[in-house]
């Protein structure tokens, strides 16, 4: 495997939460449609058993929220899950400077 290809799989399907709360600051989040919302907004397509293991672990540690939205279970970030997805936009723009 290439660096570059390393380096995209570290970021995206190594990383969902990020997405994850990225999608749920932005709208409720539906679970049954997580895996296919990333897709449409960031381009790749995670593995339906990693996403909703970070679902719930992101849950459990208090960054996400149930909700029912139009019916359906659906995730909601909260205040804590809003300020972690800012301390990563932060490390990536440290990052990009740094490089």
Do not use: D
Request: glycine letters at 6%; proline letters at 4%; charged letters at 30%.
């Amino acid at each position: 495997m290439e660096p570059l290809e390393r380096f995209q799989n570290s970021i995206t399907n190594n990383n969902i939460w990020v997405y994850v709360l990225s999608l749920a600051k932005e709208n409720p989040l539906p679970k049954s449609k997580a895996e296919s919302l990333i897709f449409e907004k960031f381009g790749f397509l995670p593995n339906k058993f990693t996403c909703q293991r970070v679902l719930g672990r992101l849950k459990k540690g208090g960054y996400l929220e149930i909700k029912k939205f139009q019916g359906e279970k659906s995730y909601v970030a909260t205040k804590r899950g809003e300020k972690e997805l800012e301390k990563m936009k932060i490390s990536c723009q440290n990052l990009l400077q740094k490089l």
